[in-house]
Every structure is written in structure tokens, then in C-alpha cells.
Nanobody, 122 residues
Framework: QVRLVESGGGSVQAGGSLRLSCAAS????????LAWFHQAPGKEREFAAG???????YYADSVKGRFTISRDNAKNTVSLQMNSLSPEDTAVYYC????????????????WGQGTQVTVSS
């Protein structure tokens, strides 16, 4: 079993930055593929960024160049640095993990955090 706990959400003005963190406990973290998803009000949950167990990163077009995902296997954490935020980034952000599957669909991930709210005002 893996438990994921996100932190770092909050409110920020457009153009600002936030850094989200997700702490994992349980099984061997370094073997897991990790991702961040976001869900805006009234919308489906969508892939934002992912990092494989080998360190390969992927980004949704909407965040490419503004968001950076990173992992620290020694600390069992995955982070999402978000820069140049816009009101369209307002959403609940979820950390996700899976030991074998990796991709853009939320159905691929077996473990989820509770989510953290990010609100960007104009």
C-alpha cells in the first residue's frame, strides 16, 4: 500500500508561482511512476505532468514550459513547480502513483492523494 499526501496549494495572483509537493509512504517509492493531475470545477480530471521511475518527464501542452515535475527518491517526494500561473490553472491538483503503468490517463494510476487546491486570481 502507498499513501500519498499533497501540500503546497494555495492562492496566488496571475503570473505568480507555487510549488506543490507530494510525500509518499509505504512501498518502494523509487520504483513508482508518478504524475500530477488537475481537475478544474465542472471538468474532468486531466494529466498535467508525469515522471517515470527512470526519470523521464512528460507534460501536457497546457503546462509545458511553465511547470516542472521532479522527484527525490531519497525523500520519497515528487514536486511540481508551477510558474507563470494563470486563472485557467485554478484546480484541485492530485498526486498519483503506480508501480507499473505510466501515461496520460488517470485510469493508469492505482494510488492517489487527497488533492490540494490551487486558486489563481486575475
Amino acid at each position: 500500500q502507498v499513501r500519498l499526501v499533497e501540500s503546497g496549494g494555495g492562492s496566488v495572483q496571475a503570473g505568480g508561482s507555487l510549488r506543490l509537493s507530494c510525500a509518499a509512504s509505504g512501498r518502494t517509492f523509487r520504483n513508482f511512476n508518478l504524475a500530477w493531475f488537475h481537475q478544474a470545477p465542472g471538468k474532468e480530471r486531466e494529466f498535467a505532468a508525469g515522471i517515470s521511475s527512470g526519470g523521464t518527464t512528460y507534460y501536457a501542452d497546457s503546462v509545458k514550459g511553465r511547470f516542472t515535475i521532479s522527484r527525490d527518491n531519497a525523500k520519497n517526494t515528487v514536486s511540481l513547480q508551477m510558474n507563470s500561473l494563470s486563472p485557467e490553472d485554478t484546480a484541485v491538483y492530485y498526486c498519483a502513483a503506480d508501480p507499473t503503468r505510466f501515461g496520460l490517463s488517470d485510469s493508469l494510476y492505482g494510488y492517489w492523494g487527497q488533492g490540494t487546491q490551487v486558486t489563481v486570481s486575475s
